[in-house]
């Protein structure tokens, strides 16, 4: 044979064997088709809607759920939890008690051990021993664990044994939850309409938290006086039964055993011994389900559905291990942040890490239905026929974070407000066991979060939960209503300098009860033109809303501030002196549903 006849016999033989390999494949003899395609779990960047660029149109497509075989590999990191359904998000995200193959935590690289600890002493004891045994040993798996957030201020009391050890209190910038009517006041119904029914009453509760701040709140919104002393019982004031944890509080209710303490009246011990009972509680579920079941009697007074943005679920850890640590956090984030999505998108998502939360929390007679059904929270009958409210949890996605921190446009950093206010009120009550609280700014560094916009800047993501309210709608039910002593140039609708504190603290207080309705009632002495002062009633109270909303469109969206005016036909003192001239110069602030 030639040599071109041997050319063109191997090129026939190459044509014959690459269309015949081709067919092979194709037909699925040799290489067989998955189902589904993979997905990898380690992006937040989500499909915008087909036709609108909208983003409450936003779909997040159901990604497939995390299996139950633990991964054992990868960064191991314990995370402390309580029993609380702000952490759906952090359930899925993990895929099991220990993180699972095909989660999105096994996908960023983490091995994340999640533990129950309702105790948050021994959650400070718990850093102070995991930052010693990183000192020891730098290997050793970090600790993160999950708080209240406005419970902080009074958890950064650890800060000074944790620099014994030779570091410090760092937050995870980044939130999982928040509470949304399961943490909660319950009192009998009459304190609804009259909350000065609460003086002389005592409310059982883990003192210097968040369900304590919740009634602490509630009482400075309504001008109740409080005795922080849990050991005497002032007749004049609303005084607190301590308890080591959010279900003995509700306990104390429920088996109503008394505790004998000393009388004061007006400051001074009366040596009189009196018992006291738990005439309410505040408490969050399972806490509020077991009053409802087993005592009843009890109705929610006020929750974190109305100071909504009260209760951010708040990681802290040690500064040595965030530090050295920087990636295996901006992967717990993005993976929370993936979770977060999900959870808030599709119901089997959500029950998924229902379940997950029953083996974490690891109590025998709460399956998974029953962690599902208090996350959504319900109203049902009590053990008195009552109708009462129970539960209610809000996972976060990755929008949901910019706007609690700040970062979206024109917003401003909810959780510094929540931060401060309830930080001085802790410590304006409880000065020996609080003298002062760490600064956020030196816990608080949100370039991680900033990296993760900055990588997403210009993608679509889902929207954060935005609260809308109508301009024409009236507040039908009080929660509180307080007068507010801010200053104006005379005559005017200006404000003198010394108005610039007093409006810092309303708007921090406003921010935290951000799923309330805001009215601004105007108010002057009766000095002057009857006409004139009307008008400028309503001008001053004007001039307060538009501060509000200058400081931040977000927190304070058109239609949730309404003013009213009310010249000098409500005096609270005599116009006859200038002390009180001066009382009657002032707004009243009601916060209502």
């Not at 044979?1 to 090129?11: A, D, E, F, H, W």
């Not at 395609?37 to 989500?46: M, R, T």
């Not at 191991?76 to 702000?86: F, G, Q, R, Y």
């Not at 004049?236 to 004061?264: C, H, W």
Request: hydrophobic share 40%.
């Amino acid at each position: 044979m030639t040599t071109r006849g041997k050319i063109v016999i191997g090129l026939l033989i190459v044509v014959a064997l690459y269309f015949g390999i081709n067919k092979v494949v194709s037909s699925g003899a040799v290489f067989k088709k998955a189902d589904t395609q993979s997905v990898l779990l380690n992006s937040i960047e989500l499909p915008i809607a087909a036709g609108s660029g909208n983003r409450a149109n936003i779909a997040v497509p159901l990604a497939d759920l995390p299996g139950t075989t633990p991964t054992e590999k990868g960064t191991p990191i314990t995370w402390e939890v309580m029993a609380w359904n702000s952490q759906m998000a952090g359930m899925l995200a993990n895929g099991g008690p220990r993180t699972t193959q095909g989660s999105a935590m096994a996908a960023n690289g983490v091995d994340l051990q999640i533990v129950r600890q309702d105790d948050v002493a021994k959650m400070q004891a718990d850093l102070v021993k995991n930052a010693a045994d990183l000192d020891a040993n730098p290997s050793t798996p970090g600790l993160i664990v999950s708080i209240m957030g406005d419970g902080l201020p009074g958890f950064s009391a650890v800060q000074e044994q944790l620099k014994k050890v030779g570091t410090q209190l760092q937050i995870i910038p980044y939130s999982v939850g928040k509470s949304f009517g399961e943490d909660k006041l319950m009192g009998p119904k009459e304190w609804l309409d009259n909350p000065k029914l609460a003086v002389g009453k005592t409310i059982a509760c883990y003192l210097r938290d968040g369900d304590q701040n919740i009634a602490l709140k509630w009482c400075a919104d309504n001008g109740l006086k409080v005795n922080p002393d849990e050991t005497t019982y002032d007749p004049e004031a609303v005084n607190f039964m301590s308890a080591s944890d959010f279900l003995v509080a509700a306990e104390k209710y429920i088996v109503g055993k008394p505790e004998q303490r000393t009388k004061v009246v007006n400051g001074k011990n009366t040596g009189v011994k009196i018992d006291v009972v738990a005439d309410a509680v505040a408490t969050w579920t399972p806490g509020d389900v077991n009053i409802a079941k087993q005592k009843g009697g009890l109705v929610s007074i006020v929750s974190t559905k109305d100071y909504s943005n009260q209760m951010p679920n708040i990681m802290v850890t040690t500064k040595r291990w965030y530090d050295a640590h920087q990636k295996e956090v901006a992967g717990l984030m993005t993976a929370f942040a993936v979770a977060g999505d999900q959870v808030k998108s599709h119901p089997e998502a959500l029950k998924r890490a229902a379940d997950i939360s029953a083996d974490v929390y690891a109590d025998k007679d709460k399956n998974g239905a029953y962690w599902l059904k208090y996350y959504k929270g319900v109203s049902e009958a009590d053990r008195t026929g009552e109708v009462v409210e129970l539960g209610g949890s809000k996972a976060f996605n990755f929008a949901d974070n910019l706007a609690l921190f700040g970062l979206e446009e024109g917003g401003t950093n909810i959780y510094a407000s929540v931060y401060k206010t309830f930080g001085d009120v802790q410590s304006k009550l409880y000065p020996k066991e609080l003298p002062s609280y760490v600064p956020l700014d030196q816990m608080l560094d949100l370039s991680l979060l900033k990296n993760m916009q900055t990588q997403y800047k210009g993608k679509a993501v889902a929207p954060a939960d935005q609260q809308k309210f109508a301009a024409d709608d009236e507040i039908r039910r009080n929660v509180s209503k307080r007068a507010w002593n801010i200053e104006f140039n005379t005559g005017q609708s200006s404000f003198t300098p010394a108005a610039e504190q007093q409006l810092n603290q309303l708007f921090d207080d406003l921010v935290v009860a951000g799923n309330l309705k805001v009215a601004v009632h105007g108010h002057t002495d009766n000095v002057g033109d009857p006409q004139k002062n009307q008008q400028l009633s309503e001008d001053r109270a004007m001039s307060v809303r538009e501060w509000l909303q200058q400081k931040s469109t977000s927190a304070f969206p058109e239609g949730r501030v309404q003013v009213y005016a009310h010249g000098a036909t409500e005096p609270v003192e005599s116009n006859a002196t200038p002390t009180g001239k001066a009382k009657n110069r002032r707004v009243e602030v009601v916060l209502g549903n």
